[in-house]
């Protein structure tokens, strides 16, 4: 009886993790599949693949071309359209499949928090004052804040916004999380940044800036995710595990 394969779609913290407790499993043969947009990926402790599939199709052709008999969806909460293919492949394939999605952010006493539902809605809702704007929404929607240049934006991301935005006062920071709290605090007030903007990523990577917000007074502009459709979802490592043991389980039993 030959080993289960499984397909981790990562890019993410989780993603990282869930591979890092699989890899040492004798029963199993995991690839982890990277989107292959950042220039300089973290080291992975499993096989990676790089790049897209093709869509929905692609995808399902891979699942089968492959002999994958397990996918998890652990790429980033705002990655809707991965996310969709992901559910539409398996459902084509016929393979088992689940999401790893880290629970959202929810505000505590002391948050100022405007929800609005997009980057472009963000931007917006900076108003016309000119404000000193910590722009941390990654850099592929940064172009946005192109409509409104008379702001003056901090844009934190890992690789570097290609091309550069032409609003005329931007500061670009490149670095990769896990990010410090007191790191946060020194670089808002160094900046005196009057108003974040940033996706409810969740977890715990990137949520000092959050915190130290709440600390310094400072109003958050909060996108919210989309809902996701299609595939169940587990919120933890744990749970995770758990039902990648159930599943594994079950297509030893069928002679997987």
């Known amino acids: 009886m030959g080993k289960a394969r499984i397909l981790i779609l990562g890019g993410t913290t989780e993603a990282r993790a869930l591979a890092a407790a699989l890899a040492p499993r004798a029963d199993l043969d ?36 492959e002999g994958i008999d397990l996918m998890i969806d652990a ?14 492949a398996a459902a084509q394939s016929d393979v088992p499949a689940f999401a790893l999605r880290r629970s959202a952010w929810v505000p505590v006493e002391g948050d100022d928090w405007l929800f609005v539902h997009s980057v472009p809605q963000a931007i917006a809702a900076l108003g016309a004052t000119p404000k000193r704007v910590f722009l941390a929404t990654g850099r592929q929607e940064a172009h946005y804040a192109d409509a409104a240049p008379y702001h003056h934006y901090w844009v934190r991301s890992v690789d570097p916004v290609d091309p550069p935005l032409t609003a005329p006062d931007v500061c670009y920071i490149h670095s990769r999380g896990p990010f410090r709290l007191e790191d946060e605090l020194e670089m808002l007030r160094k900046h005196g940044i009057d108003v974040i903007v940033a996706k409810n990523s969740g977890g715990d990577t990137t949520y000092a800036k959050i915190e ?28 995770a595990l758990d039902r990648i043991d159930h599943l594994v389980s079950s297509l030893m039993k069928r002679g997987v």
Request: glycine share 10%; hydrophobic share 45%.
């Open 30 to 65: 995991v690839v982890l599949s990277l989107a292959g947009r950042t220039a300089d990926p973290a080291p992975q402790p499993v096989p990676v693949r790089s790049g897209g599939f093709g869509g929905a199709e692609g995808l399902a052709r891979y699942l089968q071309d």
């Open 75 to 88: 790429t980033h909460p705002f990655a809707a359209r991965i996310s969709a293919n992901a559910a539409q």
């Open 212 to 239: 130290a917000a709440r600390q310094l007074g400072i109003k958050v502009i909060m996108i919210e995710r989309t809902e996701a459709t299609g595939l169940p979802a587990v919120e933890t490592l744990e749970a």
